[in-house]
């Protein structure tokens, strides 16, 4: 008795399957045929940046002009619109970078170019643009500190804060920020 009801189950399900099945949608399937369906796969790539940056250690100063130079490494998706942007630091005074040991400041000044002729700041006027390539790009800061400050001995320090400004297609601004430490030790030529 249960082999012949087992039997007629499989059979109504089956039937059930044929006659009803396709009614609502699903592949209609057939002894020996193969159908198909497709699958829709999409992504957006969106606009990303990551930095990072080096120190900058000025060497020893002793009253002479001293220049250094260090390294911003950015890595954009490609075709990102993105802007640098350098804060005029911790210790600024009405825009102007200062070092600080104890009480005691030093003035420096940050650039774009290796004549120091454009200051590196974090207005429209001053930023670095750029356009991400999606492998990395490297631009260099190059730092001053100007002649004839009589400053006592010391370690002066700073810190700058390097924003990347990244504009997406949605006109949104995404901020990504990295902070730079700028360092140097200073001693003074006794005479």
Same mark, same amino acid.
């Given at each position: 008795?249960?082999?012949?009801?087992?039997?007629?189950?499989?059979?109504?399900?089956?039937?059930?399957?044929?006659?009803?099945?396709?009614?609502?949608?699903?592949?209609?399937?057939?002894?020996?045929?193969?159908?198909?369906?497709?699958?829709?796969?999409?992504?957006?790539?969106?606009?990303?940046?990551?930095?990072?940056?080096?120190?900058?250690?000025?060497?020893?100063?002793?009253?002479?002009?001293?220049?250094?130079?260090?390294?911003?490494?950015?890595?954009?998706?490609?075709?990102?619109? @993105?802007? *640098?942007?350098?804060?005029?630091?911790? $210790?600024? +005074?009405?825009? !102007?970078?200062?070092?600080?040991?104890?009480?005691? %400041?030093?003035?420096?000044?940050?650039?774009?170019?290796?004549?120091?002729?454009?200051?590196?700041?974090?207005?429209?006027?001053?930023?670095?643009?750029?356009?991400?390539?999606?492998?990395?790009?490297? @631009?260099? *800061?190059?730092?001053?500190?100007?002649? $004839?400050? +009589?400053?006592? !001995?010391?370690?002066?320090?700073?810190?700058?804060? %390097?924003?990347?400004?990244?504009?997406?297609?949605?006109?949104?601004?995404?901020?990504?920020?990295?902070?730079?430490?700028?360092?140097?030790?200073?001693?003074?030529?006794?005479?």
């Amino acid at each position: 008795m249960n082999s012949i009801y087992r039997f007629f189950k499989t059979r109504i399900a089956a039937l059930f399957i044929v006659l009803i099945m396709p009614g609502i949608g699903l592949a209609n399937f057939g002894i020996g045929e193969n159908k198909s369906s497709l699958l829709d796969v999409s992504t957006t790539v969106a606009p990303f940046c990551s930095i990072n940056a080096n120190p900058l250690a000025f060497r020893n100063y002793s009253m002479n002009t001293v220049t250094a130079s260090t390294s911003i490494l950015v890595i954009c998706t490609k075709g990102t619109n @993105y802007s *640098i942007a350098l804060d005029f630091g911790r $210790n600024s +005074n009405n825009n !102007l970078r200062n070092m600080r040991f104890n009480a005691n %400041i030093l003035n420096y000044q940050l650039y774009q170019d290796e004549k120091m002729s454009r200051v590196w700041g974090d207005t429209q006027n001053n930023v670095l643009s750029a356009i991400g390539s999606g492998e990395l790009q490297t @631009y260099k *800061i190059y730092g001053n500190i100007p002649v $004839n400050q +009589n400053k006592p !001995l010391g370690t002066y320090n700073d810190i700058v804060l %390097i924003n990347i400004n990244i504009s997406n297609p949605n006109n949104q601004n995404n901020l990504s920020a990295y902070q730079m430490m700028v360092r140097m030790n200073i001693s003074v030529n006794k005479i």
